[in-house]
């Protein structure tokens, strides 16, 4: 239980909620211990040790792929409007986060990464009925190459492939 100014209960709520429902989770298999050190970095960190993820964002997915490409899936925790602080545009510094690494290439794709995300048509949709005329929804830009840099809007959840 938590009692919190009013218009500040949210932000508890959100941060709580994701200590205890989205724990980090770490996965392990049998593998044979000299060939695995023969073929892997066992000490490493990959995030620079002065960063962190902002607290209005949660890393969903961090996974190697069979290719040696990395998936990597960010969500923006916060609904638009909901804190007055953490409901705002956000960005994440992909140098900083895979900073003992360097990225080759970046590629945003759907939610499920089963397409680029550029080939994505959109479609129009004709509302009846709605509410009036709704705020236009905050969505982060392009992510520029050469800077690396991730801007995640109110509720959103991106896709992206590495190369690195």
């Known amino acids: 239980m938590s009692i919190d100014h009013v218009g500040s209960g949210s932000k508890w709520r959100r ?9 980090l989770l770490l ?16 000490r490493s960190t990959t995030m ?11 890393l969903i997915t961090l996974q ?9 899936r960010l969500a ?10 953490f409901s705002t545009l956000v960005k994440v510094e992909l140098k900083k986060m895979f900073a003992a690494k360097t990225i080759k290439m970046i590629k945003e794709t759907s939610l499920s990464a ?12 004709k509302v009846e009925g709605g509410y009036g005329s709704e705020p236009p929804t905050v969505r982060g830009g392009p992510v520029d190459p050469s800077a690396l840099v991730v801007e995640l809007g109110p509720m959103e959840i991106r896709t992206f492939i590495l190369q690195v």
Request: hydrophobic share 25%.
């Open 27 to 42: 996965a392990f298999t049998h593998e044979n211990q000299e060939d695995y050190k023969a073929s892997h970095s066992t």
């Open 64 to 72: 190697e792929l069979e290719d040696g490409s990395v998936f990597l």
């Open 76 to 85: 923006h925790l916060y609904e638009a409007g909901e804190d007055v602080d």
């Open 48 to 58: 620079d040790p002065n960063y962190s993820l902002p607290p209005n964002v949660a």
């Open 15 to 23: 941060t709580t909620g994701q200590e205890i429902y989205s724990p």
């Open 114 to 125: 089963n397409q680029d995300k550029s080939t994505i048509k959109k479609m129009p949709w």
